[in-house]
Every structure is written in structure tokens, then in C-alpha cells.
């Protein structure tokens, strides 16, 4: 009785609080993704060491939401605030965390008033926002100071929700290596923009990087490259050399638990990227049965897609790939698993008699045929163990079954087709989600960058980030389809953490905004926001691409 009184109260709450005194004139709350509705209030709340968060539901995940919270109060008041049961609590001088069960899945209301904060969300995730967006209600001068007294908080009311479920970045850590320490930050700074996906690259041609009991040559010999092409130098004008070995590079069993419960503490699913039967290369330098030719597989030292690929033909390929994925889904509980799919030439099949045979026997016209073969055999493993496919939007083109969620990165084309289909889409563009692309127009202020074509220089601006339209031409019905977008980072051309965060900084927070306010963009909103977002960047340490500012796009 007492828990349907105060989801009573709560639903009350939601449905009549509003400002007492609004202040239309001084209408803008700086935050980044922009939330649903803002009303400015006259006052403000004053966040002091003394302040308690009051709980007034239970639910195991809370605590991620309030130690987040602390941490921001530890670095304001080199203090935390006290945590307490609503029994007793007192009136004011309080942040009260109430239940709604009616509101959306990730979403909150909250409102700053002066004398309390009340948030409420329907579950701990809603709520973990909720404090996401009072954090950047705090001046971030404070943040940097030593300790000060108290921070004024503006009077608001937000509700907010996202628009899309699936809002995320790829991190690239097979062609450079970045470590647990700094897969983190990125972690934390995803929470900070409220993404809730990380996708892992964490297998490629040129370093295998998770390890796998099963298979233990795999980080033994697929970690290791003797060579590296130099970022920045392109095989157009004469790729160099570094000259000397990198690695071995690669995350324990440890590790990845390590950093999957990291990021599921903030809301982060970890999505991990086993990439096959294409960018196999450390693989099959690891064990070259697993190839068609069946040796002389080295771990690829320069960037760009490869023709040695995993026969389809052999049968101890699947008892390998099951193998792998027997592991990976042991340390990933991630609903959906991806396993990549693009870039696989398919010459070594036309000329390979196991895979012929194979084609033959399973009565198959086509390479993509063969390929979509490899597919199903996949996705009928993850199935039986309870997950969902994800891949590039090359696997579309021997076929996929209903059931497969498309990424799509070669424009949109793929991705419309794929609504169009009934599969789920997910939408990352090159010309509008490839974050391995400089950002100035002005390449020679860029680091070093990959150039495809360096005759006809490219590179994705903020504004450009910002303009992404994920449903393009689809109709109402189609757009059900699209369950969000990412912004990706190859690593070909970034050698180092601080660049890494270069590239992902500003953008991504253009692709939160694109992925969690899709109804409600507006750049100039948004870059006067930013100017207040990079304070946030700059009090964590993150590095971030000043090439807006000089360029003004
Ligand atoms: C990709 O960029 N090859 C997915
Ligand atoms: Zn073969």
C-alpha cells in the first residue's frame, strides 16, 4: 500500500510541478544531448557537502546512480554527500529520487528548485541521467577549483528521454592498442553524453586482442605485428615503416570482465566485434588451417583489406569460430554480438576446393551466397545461446535472415534496404559517423590522418556530424526499424590516447545529440552548448579537436 502511495505521489509529481516563477527570458540550460523539454525557473538550489540524496525507492542499481553523483560531489567538496532512506529524511537541502514506473525507459524527470532537487526516473538508468544532466548544470569553473563551499544550481524543470535505444561509438583498439586504464575514460566519457553502447573492435588483420583459453596462439602470435606502416604515410605516395615490432598487445579474460562491469556500472553495454570471416589475418597467422591456403599467414603490418580470409569450406573453421565465441559470450552479456562481415574478399573461395565443395553441396550460385551460409551457421549459434547478430551492411548482399541487425557504414543505401527488409538498423555512415576522418577543412592543422584517395582530400566537420538524418527516405513504418547510430574509430593513423580522444571529441557529442534528441537539433543551440561542454572536457583531462573554432564548422 505504501509503494502504490508513493508511486501515486510520484505520478502526481510528474504531471503538475512546474516552475512557480518561469523565466522565459533567460531561456537556455546548457546541456549536451539537448533533453526533450527545459522550463528555467527563477532561484536556484544550493549544492553544499551538507546536501543528502534521498531515496525513496528501491532498486539494486541505484547505487551506480549516486556513486556517480559522489564522485562529482568528491571532486567539488573533496567530500561525498550522504545517501538516506526516505524515513525521516528532512525537507530541504535534499535531492529526492523518486519512482515512476510510466516513464520512458532511460528517461527522468527533474526538477531544481530551491530549497530541494526531485528527480524521477523508472529505474535507475533514468535516474543515472537525470544526475548526468545536474552534473552539467554545475559551472565547471567549480569542478577545477580546490574544493569549494557550495555550487549554485539554476531552478529548472527537465524531462527528458532518448529518442533512439541504441546510441553508441566503435572504438578500434586492434590497430592501436589502448589500454584498460584508457578504454575506461572513454567509457566515462560516453556517460558523460549519455551513449549507452560501446562497441569493441577488439579482432583484426593486424592484432588479435582479446585472449581466448581455447586458443591461446591466438594473443601468443596474433598480438604481435614485426612491422607497422607508419601512421599518416599512405601506400598512394610510398607507405613507410616503423621498423620494429608492436606488441604482444591484448586484454586477459580479466581485463574484459574488468571493463564490461566498468561500463555496465554506467550504463554501458559493451558490444564486442569478432571480425570474420574477413579481417582474420593475426587469426590465420595464429592458426593457418583456418585459411584456404592453409599457410604463409603473417600478422598484417600494413592498413587496408586483405585477400587471405577463413575458409567457409573446412568444418574445423565453425568448430573454431564456436570455440571463440563460446569464450566471448562468457565475458560479454551483451544481448547483441557482432561479427563484422565487411570487407572479405572472396577470391580465395573461387579458387579454394574445400569452399567450391561447399557451395556445391549446400547448392549455393554465389561467394555472397557463401558467405550468407557462414552467416546463419553464426546466428544459429547465438540464437541457441540466447543473443542477436549483429553485422556490416556487407552481409546483406548473399542475403540475411530477419533476425540480423545490420550496421550500416557504406553510406545509408544499405541500412534503407535493410529497413525496407523488416531487419534492425543500425545507421554509421562514412559521411557522417567516421571519426577516423580529420575534422578542419585545414588538413595541415590536423595529426596524422588515413587518406583513401589523397588526391581528393575528405574529412567530416562537426556540422556535417550533426546533420546525420539516420531515417533518410523511410516511411513512418520503416523508420521503427532504425534503433539508433554510432560514431566509429579506426585506428590505422591514431598511434596515441590523447589523439584518440581528439577525434572522438567534440563529434561524438554531435552524434549523442543526433541519436538522443533526434526531434529537437539545432546547431547553434547545440555549439553554444558546446562551449560550455568542452569546460566539462577540459576539467577531465579530454582532449578534444579544437577545429570547429578555427574553421567555424
Ligand atoms: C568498415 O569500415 N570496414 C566497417
Ligand atoms: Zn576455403
Known amino acids: 500500500m505504501k509503494r502504490i502511495f508513493s508511486l501515486l505521489m510520484a505520478a502526481a509529481m510528474v504531471t503538475t510541478i512546474s516552475c512557480s516563477r518561469h523565466i522565459p527570458s533567460n531561456g537556455n540550460i546548457a546541456i549536451i544531448p539537448q533533453p526533450s523539454k527545459v522550463e528555467v525557473c527563477e532561484g536556484s538550489f544550493n549544492l553544499s557537502p551538507e546536501t543528502a540524496v534521498v531515496l525513496h525507492f528501491e532498486d539494486e542499481q541505484l547505487p ?46 527533474l526538477e531544481v528548485t530551491p530549497t530541494a532537487i526531485n528527480v524521477t526516473a523508472a529505474n535507475a538508468q533514468g535516474v543515472f541521467y537525470a544526475f548526468q544532466s545536474l552534473h552539467q548544470m554545475v559551472a565547471p569553473e567549480a569542478l577545477t577549483e580546490k574544493h569549494v563551499g557550495s555550487v549554485g544550481i539554476q531552478a529548472a524543470k527537465i524531462e527528458d528521454a532518448p529518442h533512439f535505444p541504441h546510441r553508441g561509438v566503435l572504438f578500434d583498439v586492434c590497430r592501436h592498442f589502448f589500454t ?49 606502416q607508419v601512421a599518416g604515410t599512405h601506400r598512394v605516395h610510398g607507405e ?15 581485463e574484459i570482465r574488468d571493463v564490461v562491469k566498468y561500463a555496465a556500472d554506467r550504463f554501458i553495454t559493451v558490444i564486442p566485434e569478432i571480425d570474420m570471416p574477413g579481417h582474420m589475418v593475426a587469426a590465420l597467422s595464429s592458426y593457418p588451417h583456418l585459411g584456404c591456403v592453409g599457410e604463409g599467414y603473417k600478422v598484417r603490418e600494413l592498413w587496408g583489406i586483405s585477400e587471405e580470409v577463413m575458409c567457409i569450406g573446412k568444418e574445423s573453421t565453425f568448430e573454431f569460430v564456436e570455440g571463440v565465441l563460446a569464450e566471448v559470450l562468457e565475458l560479454f552479456p551483451s544481448e547483441y554480438i557482432h561479427i563484422g562481415g565487411d570487407e572479405c574478399p572472396r577470391k580465395a573461395w573461387k579458387e579454394c576446393p574445400a569452399c567450391q565443395a561447399r557451395m556445391k553441396k549446400e547448392r549455393l550460385k554465389t561467394e555472397a551466397q557463401l558467405q550468407t551460409y557462414f552467416n546463419h551457421r553464426v546466428e544459429a549459434f547465438l540464437q541457441k545461446h540466447g543473443r542477436k547478430m549483429i553485422g556490416w551492411d556487407e552481409i546483406l548482399e548473399g542475403g540475411v535472415s530477419p533476425t540480423t541487425t545490420i550496421m550500416s557504414w557504406r553510406g545509408t543505401k544499405g541500412g534503407i534496404a535493410a529497413a525496407k527488409a523488416g531487419n ?29 584517395r589523397p588526391e581528393k582530400p575528405h574529412y567530416l566537420p562537426l556540422t556535417k556530424v550533426y546533420s546525420i538524418d539516420p531515417y533518410d527516405q523511410l516511411t513512418e513504418e520503416e523508420q521503427k526499424f532504425i534503433i539508433g547510430m554510432q560514431g566509429n574509430l579506426w585506428t590505422e593513423h591514431v598511434t596515441t ?37 568542452v569546460k566539462f572536457y577540459e576539467a577531465y583531462g579530454y582532449n578534444y579537436a579544437k577545429s570547429y573554432w578555427r574553421e567555424g564548422k
Not at 78 to 106: D, R
Not at 240 to 249: A, C, L
Not at 501 to 528: C, G, Q, V
Open 64 to 109: 551506480l546512480a549516486t556513486n556517480f553523483l559522489n564522485g562529482v560531489a568528491e571532486k567539488l567538496f573533496g567530500q561525498t554527500l550522504a545517501v538516506v532512506n526516505a524515513e525521516g529524511a528532512a525537507q530541504e537541502n535534499v535531492i529526492n529520487v523518486h519512482q515512476n514506473p510510466s516513464l520512458p525507459a532511460e528517461g527522468y524527470v
Open 180 to 228: 584498460v586504464d584508457e578504454v575506461k575514460t572513454v567509457i566515462d566519457m560516453l556517460a558523460m553524453h549519455k551513449m549507452n553502447v560501446l562497441h569493441w573492435h577488439i579482432t583484426e588483420d593486424q592484432g588479435w586482442r582479446i585472449e581466448i583459453k581455447k586458443y591461446p596462439k591466438l594473443t601468443e602470435i596474433g598480438s604481435v605485428r614485426a612491422d607497422t
Open 240 to 254: 613507410q615503416y616503423e621498423g620494429k615490432p608492436y606488441g604482444p598487445f591484448f586484454y586477459t579474460q580479466d
Open 424 to 452: 534492425q538498423v543500425i545507421m554509421t555512415p562514412t559521411t557522417h559517423c567516421y571519426l577516423d576522418y580529420p575534422q578542419g577543412a585545414d588538413t595541415t592543422q590536423e595529426p596524422a590522418f588515413g587518406e583513401r
Open 497 to 533: 590516447f590523447d589523439h584518440a580522444m581528439y577525434m572522438f571529441l567534440p563529434r561524438t557529442s554531435a552524434i549523442a545529440e543526433a541519436s538522443w534528441s533526434h526531434n529537437n537539433k539545432d546547431f547553434e543551440r547545440y555549439t553554444t552548448n558546446l562551449n560550455n561542454l
